[in-house]
């Protein structure tokens, strides 16, 4: 079994910056692609970033140039750099990463448990 666990959210004034952690533990062979969602109040879940195993990023336009997502696949674990942080940018981030527990079975997708954050003066 995997466990991804987010880690780093908060409440933030307009304007500033939070990191996110997604760390992955338990029976890992190998991360694939990773992704950060978030659910913002009443709202559907929606994409922000992606990483695919091979570093390449991609970002809706409401966060580009805004977030940057990371990973330390030393360390298995993928980070969220959020940068000019706006009010509609609250919401619960959640981490997404299609994981191989051994080289036998195909990637199982995980989510975690989600970290609020909340942009409030």
């Known amino acids: 079994q995997v466990q991804l666990v987010e880690s780093g959210g908060g409440l933030v004034q307009p304007g500033g910056s939070l990191r996110l952690s997604c760390a992955a533990s338990?029976?890992?062979?190998?991360?694939?692609?990773i992704r950060w969602y978030r659910q913002p109040p009443g709202k559907e879940r929606e994409l922000v970033a992606t990483?695919?195993?091979?570093?390449?990023?991609n970002y809706p336009d409401s966060v580009k140039g805004r977030f940057t997502i990371s990973r330390d696949n030393a360390k298995n674990t993928v980070y969220l750099q959020m940068n000019s942080l706006r009010s509609e940018d609250t919401a619960v981030y959640y981490c997404?990463?299609?994981?191989?527990?051994?080289?036998?079975?195909?990637?199982?997708?995980?989510w975690g448990q989600g970290t609020q954050v909340t942009v409030s003066s």
């Open positions: 338990g029976t890992i062979f190998s991360i694939y692609t």
């Open positions: 990483i695919t195993s091979g570093g390449s990023t």
């Open positions: 997404n990463a299609d994981v191989r527990t051994t080289m036998y079975l195909a990637p199982v997708n995980y």
